[in-house]
């Protein structure tokens, strides 16, 4: 009879309808999680501040409660926050993302491997000789085999 041992894991996995990112293992990611929660925040913001706004607009102005209609059709300050409000949003989103693309770049400046791949006539030719000092097995030797 086959006996069935249970091992729990600490590490992180996904799960069946998981809603949330994984824990990061990386800065990258952890960058990537933080600049997901600032969008969401002015996701949310924006959407609680537009259906305000709507619920109270088609409360004020409902026929019932205004029979006769306002005659002014400018309004200066509100067409400036209209206007400024929006840029300052898209500037408070653009900077941290910014910031996390030049982060990416950086790391791609030191890079731990790097691998040239060359096509010859009939076979690959691979050399990995900058970043490794030794090599155990020659790569091109097993391709001519």
């Known amino acids: 009879m086959t006996s ?13 309808w998981q809603m949330l990112f994984q ?3 990386t800065a990258a990611m ?4 933080d600049l997901h929660h600032d969008i969401c925040f002015f996701l949310i913001t924006i959407l609680v501040l ?12 409902h026929h019932t409660r205004m029979p006769v209609p306002e005659r002014f059709n400018h309004h200066t300050n509100l067409e ?12 408070l989103i653009a900077l941290p993302s910014l910031t996390l693309i030049y982060t ?3 790391l791609i400046a030191k890079p731990a491997l790097t691998v040239k791949v060359v096509g010859k006539q009939w076979y690959w030719s691979v050399e990995m000789n900058e970043h490794v000092h030794y090599s155990l097995v020659d790569i091109d030797r097993l391709m001519e085999l």
């Open 30 to 33: 952890e960058g990537i999680v």
């Open 4 to 16: 069935w041992v249970w091992v729990h894991s600490n590490a992180d996995a996904p799960t069946p």
């Open 104 to 106: 990416f770049d950086d």
């Open 23 to 25: 824990d990061p293992a």
């Open 80 to 91: 400036l926050i209209w206007a400024i409000l929006p840029s300052l949003v898209v500037t």
């Open 50 to 61: 537009v259906l305000w706004l709507g619920a109270r607009i088609v409360y004020s102005f």
